[in-house]
C-alpha cells in the first residue's frame, strides 16, 4: 500500500454542485484581471509573463488555464527565447526593458507571399521598445509563448548576426527573382516586423552589422523602414550601399502632432525629428519616401494631407497610407486604450474591429481615393516598389473574426516569425 495515503479512506457523500457557466465573450481580447507583472529577467516556462496560449492555434486568444503539468514542453523559437540569457546594458532607466541574446540559426528569412513586394526579410530584434498601440507585430512574441503586451517590455537581440546573414546571402539569396521573371534580384526588407533604430541599436548595433555585410555585396535589393531618426547614423553605410545596390528608405510618419505622436507612439521619435531625417537622407542623395501608416479612423485621418505636404516639403518621393489593421494579440492592446484615451471613438473602432481585423470594405476605398488624389496634388511617385512583383489582390475577409485565418496569412505574409 501506498506510504502517501491512508490505509482506510473516509467515505465520501456525493453533493450536487451547481455549475457556472463563464459569460460568453464578444470582443477578441481578454478581459480577466491581469496576472502580476514577471519579475526582472524571469523568463522561465510557464511565469506569468508567458503567453499561455499554444502557437500552433493562434485562434485561441484566451485560452483556460492549465497546470504546470499538463503543459507541453516548449520548442523551436519558445524554446530558445525562454533560455535566452539577458544582456548587459549600459542604460539606468527605471523603465527601460529587458534585453536578452537570442541565438538564432538564420538573419535572412524567406517570404513566400505574392501579397507583398518583397522576397525575404531581415528583423535584427524581436520586439521593438517605441511601443506603437496599434503594431500589428505583437503577435511575434506569441510565437515565443510571450504575451503580446510584453512586446516592448522583453527585447530579443539576435546574435551574431553579421556572420549570419554572410552565410545567408551566399546560400540562399538569387540575384535572378522568381516573381519578377528572373529579370530583377530578390528583395530584401529590413524592419517588417520590428524597428531596426528602435534604441536597442545604440547599444547593440545589430541593424548596422547586418548593413555592413550588405554593403561588401553588389546588385542586391533592399528596402529599410523604421520611425527612428537614429538612421542617419548609418549615412556613410547607407550611401555605399546604394552605389553598389538597389537601396530605398521609408520613413513611418503618422502624425504632426507631438501629444498625439506621444500617445500612439509612446517612445518612438517626435515627427519632427523624422522630417528632419528624410530632409538629411534625401540630401545625401538617398531614395526616401514617407509611409502614413497606419491611418486611425477619428484619430489621425484627419491630418492626412497635412502630413503629405510636411513630408514633401522634407523631401520625399513616395507617400502612401493604408487603413488600420488589427490582428488579435494587437486588437487585446489597442481597443482597451481606445475605450481609456479615445472614449468617444470606442464604439465605432468596437463596431468595426471586435468582429473583423479590417475596417468596412467602402471607408478603405475611400481612403484610398483620397490617398491617390494627394499624390498627384503633391507630385509624389509611385511607390517604388510598385512593379517590383505582381501584388495579388487580398481575399475578401469573412465578416466572423477568424483569428486562425488573419493570423495565417499575416504570418504567411511578412515571414516575421522565422529565425
Known amino acids: 500500500m501506498s506510504p502517501v495515503l491512508p490505509r482506510t479512506a473516509p467515505v465520501l457523500t456525493s453533493r450536487r454542485h451547481l455549475v457556472r457557466h463563464p459569460a460568453v465573450r464578444f470582443l477578441p481580447f481578454c478581459l480577466e484581471t491581469p496576472e502580476p507583472k514577471p519579475e526582472a529577467g524571469a523568463l522561465a ?73 518583397f522576397d525575404w526579410t531581415i528583423n535584427p530584434y524581436r520586439g521593438c521598445e517605441f511601443g506603437c498601440k496599434y503594431c500589428y507585430a505583437r503577435y511575434t512574441h506569441e510565437y515565443m509563448e510571450i504575451d503580446g503586451g510584453e512586446f516592448e517590455r522583453k527585447i530579443f537581440v539576435k546574435q551574431g548576426a553579421g556572420a549570419l546573414l554572410a552565410r545567408d546571402i551566399s546560400q540562399k539569396y538569387s540575384y535572378e527573382s522568381k516573381a519578377d521573371g528572373f529579370a530583377q534580384s530578390e528583395h530584401i526588407a529590413i524592419g517588417t516586423a520590428t524597428d531596426p533604430y528602435q534604441p536597442a541599436e545604440k547599444e547593440y548595433g545589430v541593424t548596422r552589422a547586418c548593413l555592413e555585410e550588405l554593403e561588401k555585396r553588389e546588385g542586391l535589393s533592399i528596402s529599410i523602414i523604421t520611425k527612428s531618426n537614429r538612421i542617419v547614423r548609418d549615412l556613410d553605410l547607407l550611401k555605399r550601399i546604394a552605389e553598389k545596390s538597389a537601396l530605398i528608405v521609408n520613413i513611418t510618419v503618422t502624425t504632426l502632432r507631438p501629444r498625439v ?67 488579435p494579440a494587437s486588437a487585446r492592446q489597442f481597443l482597451p486604450f481606445i475605450r481609456e484615451k479615445f472614449p468617444k471613438l470606442a464604439g465605432q473602432y468596437e463596431q468595426w474591429y471586435a468582429r473583423n481585423g479590417y475596417a468596412p470594405e467602402e471607408y478603405r476605398k475611400k481612403i484610398s481615393e483620397r490617398v ?27 465578416l466572423g473574426w477568424d483569428a486562425g485565418a488573419i493570423s495565417g496569412e499575416l504570418r504567411q505574409m511578412c515571414s516575421c516569425s522565422a529565425g
Not at 540569457?85 to 529587458?98: G, H, I, T, W
Open 372 to 398: 491617390h488624389k494627394i499624390r498627384e496634388k503633391f507630385g509624389f511617385a509611385s511607390r517604388p516598389w510598385e512593379g517590383m512583383r505582381s501584388v495579388a489582390r487580398p481575399a475578401q475577409m469573412s
Open 45 to 117: 516556462q510557464g511565469h506569468p509573463g508567458w503567453r499561455k496560449g499554444s502557437p500552433d492555434s493562434p485562434s485561441a486568444d484566451c485560452p483556460p488555464p492549465q497546470s504546470q503539468t499538463s503543459r507541453a514542453p516548449l520548442v523551436g523559437i519558445a524554446r530558445l527565447a525562454a533560455n535566452s540569457p539577458s544582456a548587459e546594458s549600459r542604460r539606468r532607466s527605471a523603465e527601460k526593458p529587458e534585453y536578452f541574446f537570442l541565438p538564432v540559426k538564420s538573419i535572412l528569412n524567406r517570404c513566400d507571399s505574392e501579397r507583398v513586394p
Open 261 to 327: 505622436a506621444r500617445l500612439l507612439e509612446p517612445r518612438a521619435p517626435r515627427p519632427d525629428l523624422r522630417l528632419a531625417a528624410i530632409r538629411e537622407l534625401r540630401e545625401a542623395g538617398l531614395s526616401v519616401g514617407v509611409s502614413a501608416s497606419p491611418l486611425l479612423p477619428g484619430i489621425n485621418d484627419g491630418e492626412l494631407e497635412a502630413v503629405a505636404a510636411a513630408s514633401r516639403e522634407a523631401g520625399a518621393q513616395w507617400f502612401y497610407s493604408g487603413v488600420l489593421f488589427l490582428m
